[in-house]
């Protein structure tokens, strides 16, 4: 039920951003989550579009996913890097004296929608 928890929670993210907004309807929503949520974008999908149903707005809205790679820096040199594999050390010093840095996000990146005459 991981993905469903996110999914309520972004919807709930999305309506007050339409209230703040004034938008009558919503054509997209994307969103950033970092690769260490671990989610399924696809599973993510699902649940979105089941849920959507119950909100009218938000019927039409697509939702687009976007993932934000693992970045680390490192606290020796300050060097930020990306990485592919859980090898957590600095790929300039090779220094394991890190901090998580990215990965960890999950917020609404942007909302398009028509504003409300
Ligand atoms: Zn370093």
Redesign the pocket.
């Known amino acids: 039920m991981h993905e469903g928890a996110i999914a309520v929670a972004l919807i709930q993210d999305i309506l007050e951003v339409r209230e703040k907004e004034n938008l009558s309807s919503l054509n997209t929503a994307t969103v950033l989550i970092g690769r260490l949520h671990h989610v399924v974008p696809e599973v993510l999908q699902n649940h979105f579009g089941l849920l959507k149903k119950e909100y009218p707005p938000l019927v039409k809205t697509k939702l687009v996913i976007e993932i934000a790679p693992v970045a680390i820096t ?6 930020e ?1 990306v990485i592919e594999k859980p090898e957590f ?7 394991t ?2 901090e998580i840095t990215g990965g960890r996000e999950m917020h609404l990146k942007e909302i398009e929608g028509t504003k409300a005459q």
């Open positions: 490192c606290r020796k040199c300050g060097c890097t050390s600095c790929s300039s010093c090779r220094s004296d890190i």
